[in-house]
């Protein structure tokens, strides 16, 4: 399975971004698509949001309503909606995929600064 990741980039503080997701080759009927971070003096990944083919939805307990996540089957994509950005979500975003294997993006930077 091959992610490409789209999105990202420089925001000042209270705006929005979207990231987005494309996966390809491989594809099954079941699986999980979403994105973690990584954030500066935070050693490992953290979840930011998930979506299931079953439309099972997780999100990580920072986001507090600001993001949304949806996918489009047909294209196996999904959308990351982050409104009301912080500081504090600056970090390198990347994309998961997981069914009976796990894969990642490359990683995309998230940089909320005025």
């Known amino acids: 399975v091959q992610l490409v990741e789209s999105g990202g980039g420089l925001v000042q503080p209270g705006g929005s971004l979207r990231l987005s997701c494309k996966a390809s080759?491989?594809?099954?009927?079941?699986?999980?698509m979403g994105w973690y971070r990584q954030v500066p003096d935070n050693g490992g990944r953290e979840l930011v949001a998930?979506?299931?083919?079953?439309?099972?939805?997780q999100y990580g307990d920072f986001v507090n309503g600001r993001f949304i996540i949806s996918r489009d089957g047909a294209k196996n994509t999904v959308n990351l909606e982050m409104n009301n950005l912080e500081p504090g979500d600056t970090g390198v975003y990347y994309c998961?995929?997981?069914?009976?294997?796990?894969?990642w993006g490359q990683g995309t930077l998230v940089n909320v600064s005025s």
């Open positions: 080759g491989g594809i099954s009927l079941v699986y999980v």
């Open positions: 998930t979506i299931a083919t079953t439309d099972v939805i």
């Open positions: 998961h995929f997981r069914n009976w294997r796990e894969y």
